[in-house]
């Protein structure tokens, strides 16, 4: 397959066609409004955390004052992602959780993880204390099911490598949300080719919502990406070859390089400029790209 990377500015009202697999360099919501409504059949990302890290970008999404803002903000991105979906498609959606930094205005580096660093926090959210569980999967899962999504499973991510915590007082967390959402209530879902062993006769059995699943590192990006073997049943449940799949929060590709390998298209969007560079690298040594495309 091709892979075209196109630069979409702001403020340029131009709609673009989808004729291959392409990588948008923009702003998500500004690109995903040009984007053809009804013209991708599934879409699987992991936007930014609030609070988490800094991509020292701006426009980033992550570092809102208020966890409100952040939450109506992706909102008015997945609104978008909405429109653009067919009537049957479906929105897998990864999200993780954090701590209130009891209003400390920083984050300390640590030596197994540089990009928890941070120079700037957001403060405690009104309502909430020091040391309180944002709860901030559930809190974008139920505001995007009010906008009209169908909320139809909450997968559980479990990370048998999870990266330890130093802390004494609670479990250390070891999991993170993957949502299931739709357009409507009848949607395109192909149950058998993402069925498990049931571990005992080695009998098929439907999906179950616990996935086990280890983090995949990114070595050029310095921090932890999404591991293709937890995507994979995204993309096989939800799409069929030669459909398009959309990531709005394409990162370093792992969506791109998982749908190369199944035969799908597929639509990233970034922000971030060295991410398009390390897409598009990655990309290319991965799959063996025959061409490579670039328009302004």
């Known amino acids: 397959m091709s892979l075209r990377v196109e630069r979409i500015e702001d403020g340029i009202p131009r709609r673009v066609s989808l004729l291959e697999s392409t ?58 992602v909405h429109r653009v979906l067919k009537e049957d498609g479906t929105l897998w959606l990864n999200i993780g959780d954090g701590y209130t930094s009891g209003n400390r205005g920083w984050r300390a580096p640590d030596k197994k993880n540089p990009a928890r660093a941070m120079t700037v926090r957001p403060q405690t959210p009104e309502g909430l204390k020091p040391k309180d569980l944002l709860g901030i999967p559930w809190r974008l899962a139920l505001a995007l099911q009010e906008d009209g999504w169908y909320l139809r499973a909450d997968v559980i991510w479990n990370k048998p490598n999870a990266m330890p915590e130093s802390v004494r007082d609670r479990p250390t967390r ?59 049943p995204c993309i096989f449940a939800s799409s069929r070859s030669g459909d398009f799949v959309l ?38 040594a991965e799959t063996a790209q025959a061409e490579l495309h670039f328009d302004e």
């Not at 059995?205 to 994979?232: G, M, Q, S, Y």
């Not at 969506?255 to 990655?282: D, M, S």
Request: net charge negative; hydrophobic share 40%; proline share 6%.
């Open 23 to 80: 990588i948008f360099h923009g702003d998500a919501i500004h690109v995903l409004a040009r984007l053809p409504a009804k013209s991708v059949q599934c879409a699987v990302t992991s936007p930014p955390y609030w609070g988490l890290r800094d991509y020292a970008y701006e426009g980033q999404i992550g570092l809102e004052p208020t966890l409100p803002e952040f939450i109506d903000r992706l909102v008015a991105v997945f609104r978008e």
């Open 174 to 232: 070891a999991h993170e949300y993957i949502f299931m959402l739709t357009k409507n209530d009848h949607y395109y879902y192909d149950a058998e080719a993402i069925m498990e062993s049931n571990g005992v006769s080695g009998r098929l059995r439907n999906r179950r919502t616990v996935w086990d699943v280890n983090t995949h590192p990114c070595k050029e990006a310095h921090f932890a990406t999404f591991p293709p073997r937890l995507i994979e």
């Open 247 to 284: 990531d709005p929060f394409f990162g370093t590709g792992t969506v791109g390089v998982v749908c190369e390998k199944l035969r799908r298209k597929y639509v990233g969007i970034e922000l971030h400029e060295e991410y398009v560079e390390l897409a598009v690298k990655r990309l290319v």
